[in-house]
C-alpha cells in the first residue's frame, strides 16, 4: 500500500464519504468532500485518486468528472455510486467504477491498481478503462445486447489492440486481468 497517496472521498452523503475514508486513513492520506461543488474545490495535483459519487445535488459525479479532466488534473478517478452503468459509461473518462455498497478490500484493490496504472504509461491506463467498462457492461447486459452494440465492439477492439501493444508491461503485474476481475464491481 502506497502510504503516501493521497485519496479525496467525494459523496454527498457525509455518513458515507465518512466511512470510506476511514476505511482508508490508515492507508493513504485521505481526505473528504461533501458535494461536487466541494470536490471542485479540493481536488488539486497533489490528488492521487479520487472516489467519486455519481449522483449528487449541486453538481453531479459526472460534471464534476468533466471539468476536472477539463482542468487537465490526472488524478485516478474511481466512480463510487448507486447508479446502476448504462452504454453512456463508454465514454465517460473514469478509471474504473464500482457499485455501492463496496467492501473495504474491493476498495482498497481499486485504489491499488490505480495507483499502479498511474506509474505507468497512458496505454495501460486506458487497457485498465477499457477493460473495466468491457466487465462491467457484460455483467449488467445480455450477451445479445452486448452483441448488437456497435460501441462494445469497438471497445473490444480498442481492448485487444492495447493488449497487444502492452504485453510487455502487462507482465510487470501479476494477472492483471485476473486481479482486475475480482474485484467486486457490482453489489451481490
Known amino acids: 500500500m502506497d502510504s503516501d497517496a493521497s485519496v479525496l472521498v467525494v459523496d454527498d452523503e457525509k455518513e458515507v464519504a465518512d466511512v470510506y475514508a476511514l476505511r482508508l486513513r490508515d492507508q ?38 468533466e471539468r476536472i479532466r477539463e482542468r487537465g488534473l490526472d488524478c485516478r478517478v474511481i466512480m463510487i455510486t448507486a447508479v446502476d452503468p448504462d ?23 481499486a485504489i491499488e491498481q490505480q495507483l499502479a496504472a498511474s506509474r505507468y504509461d497512458d496505454r495501460l491506463s ?3 478503462n477499457v477493460t473495466s467498462k468491457l466487465a462491467l457492461l457484460e455483467e449488467e447486459k445480455p450477451p445479445t445486447t452486448m452483441e448488437e452494440n456497435e460501441d ?8 485487444e489492440r492495447l493488449r497487444t501493444e502492452l504485453d510487455e508491461a502487462l507482465e510487470q503485474f501479476d494477472d492483471i486481468d485476473s486481479a482486475f476481475l475480482e474485484i467486486g464491481r457490482t453489489p451481490g
Open 126 to 128: 486506458e487497457y485498465m
Open 87 to 109: 452504454f453512456e459509461i463508454i465514454d465517460m473518462p473514469f478509471d474504473d467504477y464500482l457499485c455501492k455498497p463496496v467492501e473495504k478490500a474491493d476498495l482498497e484493490s
Open 28 to 65: 493513504y492520506d485521505t481526505d473528504t468532500a461533501y458535494g461536487g461543488e466541494a470536490a471542485l474545490e479540493a481536488v488539486d495535483e497533489d490528488t492521487d485518486v479520487m472516489l467519486l459519487d455519481r449522483r449528487m445535488p449541486d453538481v453531479s459525479g459526472d460534471d464534476v468528472l
Open 152 to 159: 462494445v465492439e469497438q471497445l473490444r477492439q480498442r481492448a
